[in-house]
Every structure is written in structure tokens, then in C-alpha cells.
């Protein structure tokens, strides 16, 4: 019998988070005022799990909000939501759908259309921003220009006179975290703003491969929409706050083929799927590997855009996934490297009816189409079989 659900823990997570930022507030609004015309805004902050790395941490001091997308941070009419003292929160913590209030501000009623993540740009003693790779010491975060006046994001939502919105800053700490080749690390902050919704889908993968970094991911058409890692006691995983639609997960772990459960349902925002249990968790076979290393070089260079690389799996017509990704080094040699199985990768249907049978799908072993992105440039991709080791290299441009 399944210990408890994920639609039980999200709801209350989404109770908790509510009582915190009705009874605490965690700083305090400015600028936009109470009243009759008035409304609240509330605003949390989520990660997904963080590739190699033992913690990241950024300290907030501030979010601000504005109806106009592109106010600059001296413009009137901002309303702030600050933090007092500034808070070091490791993102690591905010996996697998936590939620850390933020706080709340009155808000006049309209519609705004600018947040803004305020960060404490390393100025004060000590890491406020930094991150502990695997294994090793806190290190600084090299942190953009940006965070003093705040990581701009462009949201649309209304508020309503008497009402209450709420927003969660959905933190992408894998892709924010670019590594550079004198072994300092630079964060280049990946957010999206997404509704506070109580949803997601729900399971459990076998604990036998908990020491193995696990990664679970909801995904459309092979792009990935949302991450996370099971529970390092319980193996459990929840996909939290998805539109509705269908997602193909995707579960991957070190030295182990990977899994694919295809068009998995979310119909509301407010249900909650589950593709296993802890009686049958999901298991991964055991599996070789090859890597796949080059360099991503772009032309012209930019010291503002992160380049990606992705190794992708196409199961017939459908689903087309990613099994893994990772961003080049951030300076000129844009070096990349991904281990990827070369075994079988296991397919199933979703159904109901738990558990989910997952078959190999021999004829896909070893198979990929290995792509290159950036922002602004024109994305390259090679189809590449993995017999051994290989070095696979682009040069993208506008």
C-alpha cells in the first residue's frame, strides 16, 4: 500500500506555505499600498535538483513587481517585497516541489507584467552566493551585474481587488550554474514564473539506485518542462506544478539505462498522477557507457549566452526525449562532455493500472541525436551511434 500520496503532500505543502506568508510575510511590501482596490501578492521559490554540485546557494534580498514590463529599477511605481535580514537560502532544499515563502506585499488591483529576483551581489563578508561542488569546499559564485538591480522576469498576472495571487520563481540551479575553465563557477540565473498550483505527477523509483543520481523529468516533444530527484530515504519523486497536458517521464541514473513512461496524463491543475508506488518502484537494469565530448563554440562569441548540448533518444514516430544535458564551459574553449548508456533503454505506455510495464527497446540501444543550442544562434544536431567514445564538436551562429 502506497505510504502517502503526492496530491496529500502537495496540498500540504501549499497549506504550510499559505499559513507562513499569511502569518509571517518574511519582509515587507513597499510602494504598493492597502485599501479597498487592493489585492496580495505572495511569492515562493523552487528549484529543481542541481547537476554535480552538493549545494547552491544565492541570498535574496528582495522581489520586485511592476505593470510595466519594461520599467527600469529606478522608475516609480515599483512594489517590493523585502527581506530583512537578506536570506541564504541553498536551493538544493527546494527540490521535489518545496516551496520557501518569499513573502507577501498588498498589491493595487491591475495587471502587471515585471518581477524582479534581487540578489545580494557578493559584496557583503562571506559566500553569499556560491555553490559546494560534489565532494568539495563552498566556492564563490561569480554573479552577473544584473543581480543588483534585479534577475528580470517577464510574467503576466492580475491582481483582483480582495484577492490573492500567488507565484512560486521556479529556480533552474542545473542550467543557472556554468562552469569556467579556471574552475570558478559563474551563475547565470534560469527562472520561470509559474502559477502556485497543487499538481504534478507522482513515484517511486527502486532505493537500490538512490546512490546513483537519479533524475526524473516531465517532458514535451524532448524539451524539458520540470525536474526533480526522488527522496533520498524513501525514493519517492514528485513532478510538481505542470500545465495540464501530457508528459513523457523520463528516469535516468548514473551507470544505468534509462527508463521512459510516454504520455503520461496531468488533467487539472489540481490532480496529481501517479506512474508507481512504493510496493513496485521503477527500476533501471544496469547499463554500459560511452561519452560523447567536444566543444561548442559560438561564432560571434558572447559573454552573456549559455550554450547547451543535449543527447536525445527517439522511440519510432514517439515520444522523442532527453536523456541528459549540460552546459558548455563557460569561456573560450566551450568544452562539454556527457556519459550516456548504451544498453537498452525501457518504454512503456502510461496506464493506470500500476505497475506500468517498461520493455526494452533494443533497436533505440546506443542511439542518439546529440544537439547544440543557444539563445540567438541556430541550433546544429548530429545523429550518432555510440560504439565507443566519440568526439562531436559545432560552431553556431546567428
Same mark, same amino acid.
Given at each position: ?5 503526492g496530491y496529500s503532500r502537495?496540498?500540504?505543502?501549499f ?9 509571517v510575510g518574511?519582509?515587507?511590501g ?8 487592493s489585492?496580495?501578492?505572495?511569492v ?13 546557494n544565492v541570498?535574496v ?5 511592476h505593470q ?6 529606478t522608475?516609480?511605481?515599483?512594489t517590493d517585497?523585502?527581506l530583512n535580514?537578506a536570506r541564504?537560502i541553498n536551493l ?11 513573502g @507577501?506585499t ?7 507584467t515585471?518581477?524582479?529576483?534581487v540578489l545580494?551581489?557578493?559584496t557583503a563578508a ?6 559546494v561542488?560534489?565532494?568539495?569546499v @563552498?566556492t564563490?559564485?561569480i ?6 538591480s534585479g534577475i528580470?522576469?517577464?510574467? @503576466? ?7 490573492r495571487?500567488?507565484?512560486v520563481l ?7 550554474v556554468?562552469?569556467r575553465?579556471n574552475?570558478t563557477?559563474a551563475l ?15 513515484g517511486f ?15 514535451q516533444d524532448?524539451t524539458v518542462v520540470q525536474?526533480s530527484a526522488p527522496n533520498?530515504?524513501t525514493g @519517492? ?10 508528459y513523457d517521464?523520463?528516469l535516468?541514473?548514473?551507470d544505468?539505462?534509462?527508463?521512459v513512461?510516454?504520455?503520461v ?13 512504493n510496493?513496485t518502484?521503477?527500476?533501471?537494469p544496469a547499463?554500459a ?5 567536444g566543444?561548442?563554440?559560438l561564432?560571434p562569441?558572447?559573454s ?9 533518444q ?5 515520444p522523442i526525449v532527453?536523456?541528459k544535458?549540460?552546459?558548455?564551459d563557460d ?7 556527457l556519459?550516456?548508456?548504451?544498453d537498452?533503454p525501457?518504454?512503456g505506455q502510461?496506464s ?6 517498461l ?5 533505440v540501444a546506443?542511439?542518439?541525436?546529440i544537439e ?7 541550433t ?6 555510440l560504439?565507443?567514445?566519440?568526439t562531436v564538436?559545432?560552431?553556431l551562429?546567428p
Amino acid at each position: 500500500m502506497k505510504l502517502f500520496n503526492g496530491y496529500s503532500r502537495a496540498l500540504t505543502w501549499f497549506a504550510a506555505s499559505l499559513f507562513a506568508a499569511l502569518m509571517v510575510g518574511c519582509g515587507g511590501g513597499g510602494g504598493g499600498g492597502g485599501g479597498a482596490a487592493s489585492g496580495t501578492l505572495g511569492v515562493s521559490l523552487t528549484d529543481a535538483p542541481s547537476c554535480g554540485f552538493d549545494a547552491v546557494n544565492v541570498t535574496v534580498v528582495k522581489v520586485r513587481v511592476h505593470q510595466s514590463s519594461s520599467a527600469s529599477d529606478t522608475d516609480a511605481g515599483w512594489t517590493d517585497i523585502t527581506l530583512n535580514p537578506a536570506r541564504k537560502i541553498n536551493l538544493l532544499n527546494l527540490t521535489n516541489g518545496v516551496l520557501d515563502n518569499l513573502g @507577501e506585499t498588498p498589491l493595487p488591483a491591475g495587471h502587471y507584467t515585471q518581477l524582479r529576483l534581487v540578489l545580494d551581489p557578493n559584496t557583503a563578508a562571506g559566500m553569499t552566493n556560491s555553490v559546494v561542488p560534489a565532494g568539495g569546499v @563552498e566556492t564563490p559564485l561569480i554573479t552577473p551585474s544584473a543581480v543588483q538591480s534585479g534577475i528580470k522576469l517577464i510574467n @503576466e498576472f492580475d491582481v483582483t481587488s480582495g484577492q490573492r495571487v500567488d507565484l512560486v520563481l521556479d529556480f533552474d540551479a542545473c542550467k543557472s550554474v556554468v562552469k569556467r575553465g579556471n574552475g570558478t563557477y559563474a551563475l547565470k540565473p534560469v527562472i520561470k514564473v509559474v502559477p502556485f498550483a497543487v499538481n504534478g505527477i507522482d513515484g517511486f523509483v527502486d532505493t537500490a539506485l538512490l546512490g546513483s543520481n537519479v533524475m526524473v523529468t516531465a517532458q514535451q516533444d524532448g524539451t524539458v518542462v520540470q525536474t526533480s530527484a526522488p527522496n533520498a530515504h524513501t525514493g @519517492e519523486f514528485f513532478l510538481a506544478r505542470l500545465a495540464p497536458g501530457n508528459y513523457d517521464v523520463v528516469l535516468t541514473a548514473d551507470d544505468h539505462a534509462t527508463a521512459v513512461i510516454a504520455a503520461v496524463p496531468v488533467a487539472s491543475t489540481t490532480s496529481t498522477v501517479n506512474v508507481s508506488d512504493n510496493v513496485t518502484p521503477i527500476t533501471l537494469p544496469a547499463s554500459a557507457t560511452h561519452v560523447v565530448s567536444g566543444a561548442e563554440t559560438l561564432n560571434p562569441a558572447s559573454s552573456t549566452t549559455t550554450a547547451y548540448v543535449a543527447a536525445k533518444q527517439t522511440f519510432g514516430s514517439a515520444p522523442i526525449v532527453t536523456v541528459k544535458s549540460v552546459a558548455a564551459d563557460d569561456s573560450a574553449s566551450g568544452a562539454y562532455s556527457l556519459t550516456l548508456p548504451v544498453d537498452a533503454p525501457l518504454l512503456g505506455q502510461y496506464s493506470a493500472t500500476l505497475p506500468i510495464a517498461l520493455a526494452p527497446q533494443v533497436s533505440v540501444a546506443g542511439q542518439y541525436t546529440i544537439e547544440a543550442s543557444a539563445t540567438g544562434y541556430q541550433t546544429q544536431s548530429v545523429s550518432q551511434g555510440l560504439s565507443g567514445d566519440v568526439t562531436v564538436n559545432f560552431t553556431l551562429v546567428p
